[in-house]
């Protein structure tokens, strides 16, 4: 069955680094879009970045653009997020998360979620 | 930026009741909506996507409806199982699609 497992969260000061990872399993990683997503305490979820398949595109929210960067290593089923600077408003849940699609369509959605890792930003 | 506003924030109701929640887009996103489901401690669930198509293995007493900017996901029946928070997302913008604020469904 579908698994994907995050890891490397933690504490950290204000300014600092952390590198997320997330360890897929039971399905083709290297044919699927991949994404991370945060809860953050009282505001809901918030998409954080999303990777092609072959690592050719990438994208971010607003919030974190210039500071954290997306990739991904096919060859280990593994997503990464990297994130620099990191700011107290970062604290929060990270989930990294499958992006489906209904075939020839532009309908996308998560479909496979992980349980999330804690990042926490405090001095 | 599209912004996902939902309504109510929370709801209080009773095994059996009938429940709707209420999505609302700050522009048009055509059918490009999804839900999803989110208990404590866990990851979020898929429910429903594209507005109502409903997710393999999810049960029949969700559904989803709307088009344009206004939508809503409706439990026919709530079960002990279905107290959780709600979340909608639009996926106008692809992946990076915003999600509302969420709906705390909780037991009356």
């Known amino acids: 069955q579908v698994q994907l497992v995050e890891s490397g969260g933690g504490l950290v000061k204000p300014g600092g680094s952390l590198r997320l990872s997330c360890a897929a399993s039971?399905?083709?990683?290297?044919?699927?879009?991949m994404s991370w997503i945060r809860r953050t305490p009282g505001q809901g979820l918030e998409w954080v970045s999303y990777i092609s398949s072959g690592s050719t595109f990438t994208k971010y929210a607003d919030s974190v653009r210039g500071r954290f960067t997306i990739s991904r290593d096919n060859s280990k089923n593994t997503l990464y997020l990297q994130m620099n600077s990191l700011r107290v408003e970062d604290t929060a849940f990270y989930y990294c998360?499958?992006?489906?699609?209904?075939?020839?369509?532009?309908?996308?959605?998560?479909?496979?979620w992980g349980q999330g890792t804690l990042v926490t930003v405090s001095s | 930026d599209i912004q996902m506003t939902q309504s109510p924030s929370s709801l209080s109701a009773s095994v059996g009741d009938r429940v709707t929640i209420t999505c609302r887009a700050s522009?048009?996103?055509?059918?490009?909506l999804n839900w999803y489901q989110q208990k404590p401690g866990k990851a979020p669930n898929l429910l429903i996507y594209?507005?109502?198509s409903l997710q393999s293995g999810v049960p029949s007493r969700f559904s989803g409806s709307g088009s344009g900017t206004d939508f809503t996901l409706t439990i026919s029946s709530l079960q002990p199982e279905d107290f959780a928070t709600y979340y909608c997302?639009?996926?106008?913008?692809?992946?990076?699609?915003?999600f509302g604020q969420g709906t705390k469904l909780e037991i009356k």
């Open positions: 039971g399905f083709s990683f290297s044919d699927y879009y």
């Open positions: 997302q639009q996926s106008y913008t692809n992946l990076g699609g915003s």
């Open positions: 594209a507005a109502s």
């Open positions: 522009q048009t996103i055509s059918k490009f």
């Open positions: 998360a499958r992006g489906g699609r209904v075939p020839t369509t532009g309908f996308y959605y998560f479909d496979y």
